[in-house]
């Protein structure tokens, strides 16, 4: 049964392309409506409501979730779930251009979470080459990315973070072995 509230949804499936329509609702005489004005006054579909969320949680605005709905509903509502099809799409495109500016800035800033891997696996090869003054480091750093180069095949910052955990398995069992070779010639001598 078509009522106010699911009508914009039902000229959207019935009547794609129409831009205007002569329409009877709950037995009265609406008149001659436009599609774009029903379509902003319905209620939001599911899959409006699904993209809307993953839009927020790909920008990072998910805790300002609901300043962001107040403002795109005029002081309607602060949540998504009351807002309009027309209103929610407003907030998804708007969210879509603050995605694709935000993407590339994602891209370019260092992740200190793989830094801080990184620098984990080259304080290894600190401890591997028993490196106690900067120039005993410089060397024992330089040798730690000839070792990745060589096994992994490509520079120390270039990996992520799967990765980096694999290299640093490695680099953990060559300090591992390291150090039972040097307790071997102890014991041995």
Known sequence: MVNEKNFGLWMELYF???PQVDVQILGRQV?????KKLLKQSIMRTNTNSQLHALLGQSGLM???ESLVYSFTTGRTNTSR???????IDLIKHLKT???????MKKNLPNEALN????YIISLWYRIE????????????????NWVQKHFKAD????QSADLFKIKLAAQKVLKDRAKAVRRSIVSE
């Open 16 to 18: 794609p392309k129409c």
């Open 156 to 159: 120390l910052n270039s990996f």
């Open 31 to 35: 008149g001659n409506l436009n599609r």
């Open 130 to 145: 028993n490196a106690n003054t900067d120039e005993e480091k410089e060397k024992a750093k330089q040798l730690c990315f």
């Open 63 to 65: 805790e300002q979730k």
């Open 82 to 88: 009351e807002m309009t099809e027309g209103e929610a």
């Open 116 to 119: 801080k891997t990184r620098r």
């Open 98 to 104: 603050l995605v694709k500016k935000v993407e590339p």
